[in-house]
């Protein structure tokens, strides 16, 4: 067994990345193996990352959301379509451990990044290609965007809230498909390196948004043909007439939960309340709990009584009921009253906290969760850590995000270019970034 101790600078500190992606999805694996330690070399375009232009401060090309998903990387501009191009791009592969690329499938070649070409400089590399909607099918070649995998995948029919108008589906954040896609990439990579140290054998690795946002819905979302196919198949039926009726999102998304039970009637122990000064939580899925639960209440489930038939038609409205009566009673005292009476029962509770709440909530602070950094042009400021705890090997922020292009000069040299070939690659505009004036046209 390894030496944790001899692992100072986290678990892949011997581990390079190369890095040709942009927006979040893969940065955000880049970003977490960069935590675990490995050399994270991002390959830019002359003009930068997109999303160096998301949320971006009085400083051009650093963007805050940027700074967040490329921390503690080296960046490198290139113009993948000079030919000398293919000298570098070859460099950094031999040298490599993994290549992470996130472009549709027919730029791959066109830009020499294409499984075999990579493979032809490293056999021995893992490459992983985010394919937004999956390598094959009518959308392989489209680009890949969060929003349209949750939509394709109907996590947006069960997230999104409806507009002002009932209309339409707004948009839902967090980027879950992206974010999740980005963990899951970094899982493969971590294994596929194992795999390459136990055989020798590289190997090409596939995540997908399309993949990511279904496999989140897989708990609640399948089919078994002796039970689900016909309620689905009548549920599509009932769904096609209250479109054909004109009826808007928020009616067909309030048909779908009623129709899966999303929403089970009568759902006093599994869900959010609002008290008399904000909300809280309950979770509570065992019988000891619900008992627990009711005590607290005062309340009685019909459900428990033997006289209770679940197929009459009185019995939602009973159970309505219930449930109103609950939320009645939780409504009548303060938010920091029920935590300490549900908690002194042993009932799991917490308060629900609004995004801005988080990065004071004692909870979150005394488990490392948030923590505060400093970056050369934003200052000071409190973001999520690594989502890992490891205590021989442990994650941590190996410094703040790179200027656009900023390791240019130092990656080349240390891949073997001596300065003629460094000025003369410059002069030639194969690698540096675009000056403002150029991007101008």
Known sequence: MSDPSAF????????????????????????????????????????????RLQSRSSVKHEGKDFAIANRGKRSICLDFSKPDAVTVIEALVRQADAVLVSMKGSDLPRYGLDYETICSYNEQIVFLHNSPYGSQGELAEMGGYDVVAMGLSGMSSLLADA?????????????????????????????????????????????????????????????????????????????????DAGAGFGEQKRAMREEFAVDPPGNIYFRHYRTRDGFISVGCLTPVLNQKLRDVLGLDDPRREDSFDAEAPEARVALSAFMAEAERIVAKRTTDDWLATLRAVGVPCAIVNFPHEIFDDPQARANGYIEDLVHPVHGAYQTVSSPLKMDGTPLR?????????????????????????????????????????????
């Open 163 to 243: 507009d002002d108008n009932g209309d339409a589906p707004v948009m839902v954040r967090p980027a879950l498909a992206d974010m999740v896609t980005g963990m899951l990439s970094c899982l493969a990579v971590v294994t596929a390196i194992r795999h390459r140290d136990r055989t020798g054998e590289g190997q090409r690795v596939e995540t997908s948004l399309f993949h990511t946002s279904l496999g989140l819905l897989s708990n609640m979302f399948y089919r078994y043909d002796a039970y689900d196919r016909e309620p689905m198949s009548a549920f599509a039926e009932t769904l096609a007439d209250i479109r």
């Open 397 to 441: 922020h190996h410094g703040p995000s790179p200027a656009m292009g900023e390791h240019t000069d130092d990656i080349l040299r240390e891949l073997g270019f001596d300065e003629s070939t460094v000025r003369s690659l410059r002069e030639a505009d194969v690698v540096g970034r675009y000056d403002d004036e150029r991007n101008a046209h």
């Open 8 to 51: 100072t600078d986290g678990a892949l500190s011997d581990i390079r990345v190369v890095e040709f992606a942009q927006a979040l999805a893969i940065p955000y694996c880049g970003k977490l193996l960069g935590d675990m330690g490995a050399d994270v070399i991002k390959v830019e375009p002359p003009r930068g990352d997109t999303y």
